[in-house]
């Protein structure tokens, strides 16, 4: 490498280098998972509904912009490219940012030869020749390809993004510094507005293009670029600031707490975190590397702004003596910071991936001085120092490889984190995530009850521990749980939606109301807030207001199958079944496996008389979740319609076992007991169900049938007050006091 001859290589010989080096760094990580660090949300639930397929309504729903959500439209391609080559396959998502990742050195590769060829080098010979001319360029591309601060950007799946946005940053300043041919500029432009489609932060772009106009050199024809070109840059960001403003919202999560200098000390210490973790890369987790507030006039930050100031004194200093690389490098890094660095108010997780843009730059600047160094030493040691720099990809390479098994799942990645940063709740929550999908509630309790412990504002930790409370029978504990979430301001939607929940499980739909009506005027678009309101409203006697509310869910989410399912049962309830069978099946157009669509056909169908199509359509739900309560609950009550008890009583008991608190199960049970003859396993069944829920007439209604099977005539019309309390003059409680009073009469 440090002569001046062409290797048998030939043009490309460097390219190729770079390509097998990167594909060879990443090879380990086709055989990782996915990981609960957003993997799910973006990968797996969009594809279990449909959204990952290539049609075109999801081209239409992700290529516009909608202001509910960021427009980041390439990754949701590239999603949907690898869902139809792979379905849910991790390696082929893996695979995908495994080549876009070679691609990104081969970019970076170009763009050390640029900036390194600034001053005499010679630049006649091919960029891509393997000659000692190419070496400190090659150094570059190697050292930055073999960053582990890069491995969270090519292991996790679900951040396509910002590698996507790294290539078109950095192709779009290797075409800029390229010439200034009309096409060359057209070209530039099209490679900034794929940066914008990947992701907000390409804004900067512009600015980073003026730093390029006043530090690039000005003698050189190869490096000339017209400032007329800046215009349309200019133009195309203003356009695209004018979309992304009223985006901002979706993203603002704090205040600049503890003021201006706050802020700066943050973003000084997260900058040099960076640049610390790009030339000793040890210690590296998934965490936050700043909190904030910070004190400006704290040692550790007089430290790093003095820092700070040496560099810029030093590019000047270089700059002075007719060296521009410094200062442009200095630049450049800053320029690319600045959206993670805090001085926007985002709430973001300052994690390594955020650095994949100033990388580039550490690298070459990090060649640059190595090949000054190398130029003052004396000939004898120049072979040796060139043989020696090469152990810095090497040793980078190791730890590369080592930290991409730290992401081979969700327990490796999260435990690799605790172990360098004890007690760190975001950690805790994700391993109490991992916990519940293995089935291991006592393992997720214990992790969550850690992370509250280590941060007792997680609303996090506090919704997930109370879920799974709710579920154990610790409904108290859970309550007091989901209010405390509710009561802090982050994630007040989803924290709604829990607590909300939970009041609608026991009962108290005006109290659910309430909580989702608040959160609900502070994110009026949210579709699950919505349904849940129909839930209550359907609760409270209020038919017509539930439709209202579900139809509004439906409008804000038209491709979720739960709002018009919900909206075709709500029907069937109160008779209207012309209709109900058109939202029915409108739920399962939209997923042709949704079990509650076939439920919801099934009470449809109970409710037409035909109960050998219910008991089909009970089934059916039944094949693709076989332990599907409402599925159970509702062919149990075809069973008892037809007159077969027995089984009927069978399948409630099965129901009962998986969900003992289930108050309709119970109350079903109990009339099945009934029907065979056996009042006293009947009584115990609905004085349960009565506790279960105190509101359901129907109870009391069967309660009072059993007590006159029993002979227990007071008992039964105590049943019959309870009874009148809820339903006075109801047509019912006429029937059964007619029927109180034939039993009586004989005796009297």
Not at 228 to 245: Q, R
Not at 566 to 580: F, I, S, T
Request: proline share 5%; charged share 15%; glycine share 8%.
């Amino acid at each position: 490498m440090a002569g001046a001859k062409e290797t048998g290589l030939g043009r490309y010989g460097a390219y190729w280098v770079v390509l097998l080096f990167c594909l060879g760094l990443g090879l380990r990580a086709l055989s990782n998972g996915f990981v609960n660090y957003d993997d799910p949300q973006l990968l797996l639930e969009p594809a279990a509904r449909g959204k990952l397929d290539l049609n075109y309504h999801n081209l239409v729903e992700f290529l516009l912009p909608d202001p509910e959500r960021s427009f980041i439209p390439l990754r949701s391609l590239v999603f949907s490219v690898c869902h139809l080559f792979g379905g849910t396959s991790p390696w082929v998502f893996h695979l995908a940012s495994l080549i876009l990742y070679a691609g990104l050195g081969l970019l970076v590769y170009r763009l050390a030869h640029f900036l390194l060829a600034w001053g005499e080098e010679n630049t006649r010979e091919p960029a891509g020749a393997l000659t000692g001319h190419n070496f400190w360029p090659l150094f570059a591309a190697l050292t930055f390809c073999a960053s582990p601060l890069n491995v969270e950007s090519l292991a996790w799946a679900s951040d396509v993004k910002d590698l996507l946005f790294a290539i078109f940053w950095t192709a779009c300043m290797v075409s800029l510094m390229s010439g200034e041919s009309s096409g060359r500029q057209w070209k530039t432009l099209v490679l900034f507005l794929l940066a914008l489609l990947s992701k907000p932060s390409a804004v900067m772009l512009p600015v980073l293009a003026l730093a390029w106009y006043w530090c690039k050199p000005s003698g050189r024809p190869a490096f000339r670029q017209s400032v007329k070109f800046l215009w349309p840059l200019a133009g195309l960001t203003v356009l695209y600031l004018l979309y992304l403003i009223p985006h901002l919202k979706l993203f603002a999560g704090y205040a600049h707490e503890g003021g201006a200098g706050s802020t700066l000390a943050g973003a000084l210490k997260v900058y040099f975190a960076y640049l610390g973790s790009f030339l000793f890369p040890t210690g590296l987790s998934v965490r936050y590397l700043v909190r904030v507030p910070l004190s400006f006039f704290n040692p550790e930050t007089v430290l790093y702004a003095l820092a700070a100031l040496a560099l810029v004194l030093l590019a000047a200093l270089a700059w002075r003596s007719g060296r521009r690389l410094p200062a442009f490098a200095l630049l450049w890094s800053g320029i690319a910071f600045i959206p993670a660095s805090g001085v926007i108010p985002l709430e973001i997780l300052r994690a390594d991936r955020y650095a994949l843009t100033l990388l580039p730059v550490f690298a070459v600047a990090l060649a640059a001085i190595l090949r000054d160094i190398q130029r003052r030493l004396p000939r004898p040691a120049v072979r040796i120092a060139l043989y020696s720099v090469w152990l810095i990809p090497g040793i980078f390479a190791l730890l590369f490889i080592q930290r991409i098994g730290v992401w081979r799942n969700s327990e490796t990645l999260w435990r690799d984190t605790l172990e360098k940063e004890p007690g760190h709740f975001i950690a805790l929550n994700h391993l109490g995530a991992y916990a519940v999908e293995l089935g291991d509630t006592t393992a997720a309790l214990d992790y969550y009850r850690k992370a509250l412990k280590s941060n007792p504002l997680s609303v996090e930790a506090l919704n997930s521990q109370g879920i799974l409370l709710e579920k154990g029978g610790a409904k108290a504990e859970a309550g007091e749980l989901f209010r405390k979430a509710f009561a802090l301001p982050q994630s007040r939607s989803k924290t709604a939606l829990n607590l909300g929940a939970f009041y609608y499980n026991q009962g108290k739909a005006a109290e659910a109301l309430a909580v989702l009506g608040e959160a609900l005027s502070q994110d009026p678009g949210n579709a699950g807030l919505h349904y849940q309101l129909g839930l209550c409203h359907n609760k409270l006697g209020q038919p017509d207001s539930a439709f209202m509310q579900m139809l509004s869910a439906q409008r804000s989410e038209p491709d979720n199958p739960e709002y018009p399912c919900g909206m075709g049962r709500l029907l069937v309830q109160h008779g209207k079944l012309d209709l109900a069978a058109d939202y029915l099946q409108r739920a399962l157009s939209l997923d042709g496996e949704f079990v509650p669509g076939y439920i919801g056909f099934g009470e449809f169908f109970m409710a037409s008389r035909a109960l050998d199509d219910s008991k089909m359509s009970f089934e059916m739900a039944l094949k693709r979740d076989p332990g599907n309560t409402e599925a159970l609950s509702g062919l149990a009550s075809v069973m008892g319609q037809q007159g077969r008890a027995d089984s009927a009583a069978v399948l409630l008991e099965t129901l009962l076992a998986k969900k003992p608190d289930d108050c309709a199960g119970l109350s079903n049970l109990a009339a099945a007991y009934l029907s065979l003859g056996q009042p006293a396993r009947a009584r115990a069944a609905v004085l349960i169900a009565i506790g279960c829920d105190s509101t359901q007439a129907g109870n009391y209604l069967n309660a009072a049938d059993i007590y006159l099977r029993l002979d227990s005539l007071a008992a039964a019309e105590q049943m019959l007050r309870r009874l009148e309390a809820l339903e006075p003059g109801s047509a019912r409680l006429i029937q059964a006091r007619h029927n109180l009073e034939k039993h009586t009469r004989p005796q009297s």
